[in-house]
T-cell receptor
């Protein structure tokens, strides 16, 4: 049984560009949450998707958007990249009714130059 | 004031020691409390979760929640070098809510 998978593993982009990160949840899970983790910090909640709708959103600008597909996989899109967007982006999956039990993927390391 | 605070460490202990990791929080609405372990260059791994106040034990790990003091703890008994990692506390108001993480405490267990 595959756990949460994310792609790509690493990514280097230039300021102003756009990026799309992908996540496949653990089998049986229906909810995907995205987090940004800066070096030496805890994960910061970006948003959560359930039934293909954004259900919760953290304090992130509209440059951050997402999508959930019928197979529960999800994408995170970031437009107009800033240097400050450089971080580890983590995807976590869970059941909607038990979102306290989240399983994380290995993350995508994004570097903006 | 941040919603969830944690001493960043680093905390260094000898193998076999009892480790105490702590978090304080400001929002009394939090009901679910979790502890994650994160190894370098990996995603966080859920260790334990607790609902409301009380204790919960799982092997060498014990989680305690004191809602009256807005204080939670994770105890690790007989610590091993493989326990060396960053420990993140996390909490949420309801089982449908967003998860708020602390900044993490870096732990090193020295053989």
């Amino acid at each position: 049984d595959a756990g949460v998978t994310q792609s790509p593993t690493h990514l280097i982009k230039t300021r102003g560009q756009q990026v799309t990160l992908r996540c496949s949840p653990k089998s049986g899970h229906d909810t995907v949450s995205w987090y940004q983790q800066a070096l030496g910090q805890g994960p910061q909640f970006i948003f959560q998707y359930y039934e293909e709708e954004e259900r919760q959103r953290g304090n992130f600008p509209d440059r951050f958007s997402g999508h959930q597909f019928p197979n529960y996989s999800s994408e995170l899109n970031v437009n107009a990249l800033l240097l400050g967007d450089s971080a580890l982006y983590l995807c976590a999956s869970s059941l909607w009714t038990d979102s306290y039990e989240q399983y994380f993927g290995p993350g995508t390391r994004l570097t903006v130059t | 004031q941040k919603e969830v605070e944690q001493d960043p460490g680093p905390l260094s202990v000898p193998e076999g020691a009892i480790v105490s990791l702590n978090c304080t929080y400001s929002n009394s609405a939090f009901q679910y409390f979790m502890w994650y372990r994160q190894y370098s260059r990996k995603g966080p791994e859920l260790l334990m979760y607790t609902y409301s106040s009380g204790n919960k034990e799982d092997g060498r790990f014990t989680a305690q929640v004191d809602k009256s003091s807005k204080y939670i703890s994770l105890f690790i008994r007989d610590s091993q070098p493989s326990d060396s990692a960053t420990y993140l506390c996390a909490m949420m108001k309801t089982s449908y809510d967003k998860v708020i993480f602390g900044p993490g405490t870096s732990l090193s267990v020295i053989p």
